[in-house]
C-alpha cells in the first residue's frame, strides 16, 4: 500500500519543540520533494515547509529560523524540527509528497498525501 504515515505531533507549551516525522511505504520518498502544511481550525491548509529531492529546502516566512526540514533517504522518512513554537503553530499537520519540486500547485496534485498529526501549542 503506497501511504505517508505522519508522528510526533502532540501538546507543547509556547516555546517548546517538537519533531515530526513523515514515513513513506511502498514507494520510494527520495525520487519525491515532501511538503508540510498545516490547517487550523477554520483556516484554510497553508505550506509550511519543503525539501527537494536534491535536498534543498524552503520555508514559510512564519516558520523561517524556527523550523527545519531534513529527510533520511536511507530510513525513507522526512522530519520537521519545530522549535520555538507559538499558540498560532497550533494545527493538524500534513505531509504530502509530489514529483513537481517544491513549487505551489494545488493540493489535490500531489501523489500522496498523509492522515495528518495534531501540534497543539498552549500553556
Known amino acids: 500500500q503506497l501511504k505517508l504515515v505522519e508522528s510526533g505531533g502532540g501538546l507543547v507549551q509556547p516555546g517548546g519543540s517538537l519533531r515530526l516525522s513523515c514515513a513513506a511505504s511502498?514507494?520510494?520518498?527520495?525520487?519525491?520533494?515532501i511538503k508540510w502544511f498545516r490547517q487550523a481550525p477554520g483556516k484554510e491548509r497553508e505550506g509550511v515547509s519543503c525539501?527537494?529531492?536534491?535536498?534543498?529546502?524552503q520555508h514559510a516566512d512564519s516558520v523561517k529560523g524556527r523550523f527545519t526540514i531534513s529527510r533520511d533517504n536511507a530510513k525513507n522518512t522526512v522530519y520537521l524540527q519545530m522549535n520555538s513554537l507559538k499558540e498560532e503553530d497550533t494545527a493538524v499537520y500534513y505531509c504530502?509528497?509530489?514529483?513537481?519540486?517544491?513549487?505551489?500547485?494545488?493540493?489535490?496534485?500531489?501523489?500522496?498525501w498523509g492522515q495528518g498529526t495534531q501540534v497543539t501549542v498552549s500553556s
Open positions: 504530502a509528497a509530489t514529483w513537481r519540486g517544491c513549487v505551489n500547485i494545488p493540493t489535490g496534485e500531489y501523489n500522496y
Open positions: 511502498g514507494f520510494r520518498m527520495a525520487n519525491y520533494a
Open positions: 525539501i527537494r529531492s536534491g535536498g534543498s529546502t
